[in-house]
């Protein structure tokens, strides 16, 4: 995995600032076609993505960016990290038939599109509700 590095810019930065520094970086990099973000870590706020239980706590996100395709390592000063793989090799998502749609109510749905109409309302012929457990397949 290749490596670069971006100075700070001599002031005190946050993690939104860090991560728009690595895209940029990452964009503009002409190995990496099509950048996706694929792991980071904010040793300031001490927190990680993606959250792993166990294994060595200062590598695990490390391990698992280099192990899912990471090409690039972006270290943002002393306290970011960014892993980011290439996604042009892969197909893109054809246009999904289903969406998720609220109701005025605030409650989750699962609706195919082709059977709402024009309307963006859910209705029974083409929603099922979403409950704490099925919102999680979705």
Same mark, same amino acid.
């Given at each position: 995995? #290749?490596?670069a590095h $971006?100075a700070?810019? @001599?002031?005190?930065?946050?993690? #939104?600032q860090a991560i728009? %520094?690595?895209a940029?970086?990452?964009d503009?990099?002409? !190995?990496v076609i +099509?950048p996706?973000?694929?792991a980071w870590?904010?040793?300031? /706020?001490a #927190?990680? =993505?993606?959250?792993? !239980? @166990? *294994?060595?706590?200062?590598? #695990?996100?490390?391990?698992? @960016?280099?192990?899912? *395709?990471g090409?690039? +390592?972006i270290?943002? @000063?002393?306290?970011?990290?960014?892993i980011y /793989?290439?996604s =042009? /090799?892969?197909?893109?998502? !054809?246009?999904?038939?289903?969406?998720? $749609?609220?109701?005025k109510? *605030?409650?989750?749905y699962?609706?195919? $599109?082709?059977?709402? *109409?024009?309307?963006?309302?859910p209705? =029974? /012929?083409?929603c099922?509700? %979403?409950?704490?457990?099925?919102?999680k397949?979705?």
């Open positions: 995995m #290749r490596q $971006i700070p810019p @001599g002031t005190d930065l946050d993690y #939104r728009a %520094l690595a940029k970086l990452a503009d990099d002409k !190995e +099509e996706v973000l694929m870590y904010d040793r300031k /706020a #927190r990680m =993505s993606p959250v792993i !239980e @166990g *294994g060595n706590l200062r590598s #695990r996100w490390y391990d698992y @960016g280099a192990s899912h *395709g090409k690039l +390592e270290d943002v @000063g002393d306290d970011y990290a960014f /793989a290439d =042009s /090799a892969f197909d893109p998502y !054809e246009a999904s038939p289903y969406s998720n $749609i609220k109701d109510d *605030g409650n989750e699962i609706c195919q $599109i082709n059977l709402l *109409g024009d309307q963006r309302q209705t =029974s /012929a083409a099922s509700p %979403l409950d704490d457990w099925t919102s397949l979705t």
